[in-house]
T-cell receptor, first 113, second 115 residues
Framework: QKEVEQDPGPLSVPEGAIVSLNCTYS??????FMWYRQYSRKGPELLMY????GNKEDGRFTAQVDKSSKYISLFIRDSQPSDSATYLC?????????????FGKGTLLTVNP | KAGVTQTPRYLIKTRGQQVTLSCSPI?????VSWYQQTPGQGLQFLFE???????NKGNFPGRFSGRQFSNSRSEMNVSTLELGDSALYLC??????????????FGPGTRLTVL
């Protein structure tokens, strides 16, 4: 079993839809959770960063972490064609010198105008 | 502030050759991490350097190595290239900060093709 599981999609939605992206993980030592967006032929771009359980909102984006279920989500409200990209969840253990990120394989999202 | 830069952007090599990839982190960032991205395996951690020292290492064979210079620039080297080494190699840098912070900023990557 991989440490981080993410549905690869592809996911296709109409403009304005609410998008829900999810990851599950098996390692309870993960404490920091991130969502990255990667456009074609570009490097990943950090979208959201959350520590431990809870919600975090930034504009149209909301990240949720449920450590009891080992489940994290990213919601995109009022989705736009410019949101079309691959979304990657990432997580890491605690520890100041531990910078290793473990990624999901990514979900390809297409928002249709 | 300039972002993470990687050179070259594209590279074609043949099996058995070796390759060196370069990464310049964001100014002021001292931690540099390297990742391999393939369609089959996704993004996998290679290693991380801080102040010229390797702090963390992923599960890759010894053919993959790296180093960091005093100006925080980093290079990674792959020797005896195999077809399976074809991938996008990504470099990420992290700012100094609290131990809980891990905002890694990625470069555009180097696309390596091994023929």
């Amino acid at each position: 079993q991989k440490e981080v599981e993410q549905d690869p999609g592809p996911l296709s939605v109409p403009e304005g839809a609410i998008v829900s992206l999810n990851c599950t993980y098996s390692n309870s030592a993960f404490q920091y959770f991130m969502w990255y967006r990667q456009y074609s032929r570009k490097g990943p771009e950090l979208l959201m960063y959350t520590y431990s359980s809870g919600n975090k909102e930034d504009g149209r984006f909301t990240a949720q972490v449920d450590k009891s279920s080992k489940y994290i989500s990213l919601f995109i409200r009022d989705s736009q064609p410019s949101d079309s990209a691959t979304y990657l969840c990432a997580m890491r253990k605690s520890g100041g010198s531990n910078y290793k990120l473990t990624f999901g394989k990514g979900t390809l999202l297409t928002v249709n105008p | 502030k300039a972002g993470v830069t990687q050179t070259p952007r594209y590279l074609i090599k043949t099996r058995g050759q070796q390759v060196t990839l370069s990464c310049s982190p964001i100014s002021g960032h001292r931690s540099v991490s390297w990742y391999q991205q393939t369609p089959g395996q996704g993004l996998q951690f290679l290693f991380e350097y801080f102040s010229e020292t390797q702090r963390n290492k992923g599960n890759f064979p010894g053919r993959f190595s790296g180093r960091q210079f005093s100006n925080s620039r980093s290079e990674m080297n792959v020797s005896t290239l195999e077809l399976g080494d074809s991938a996008l190699y990504l470099c990420a840098s992290s700012p100094p900060g609290t131990s809980g912070e891990n905002t890694q900023y990625f470069g555009p990557g180097t696309r390596l093709t091994v023929l």
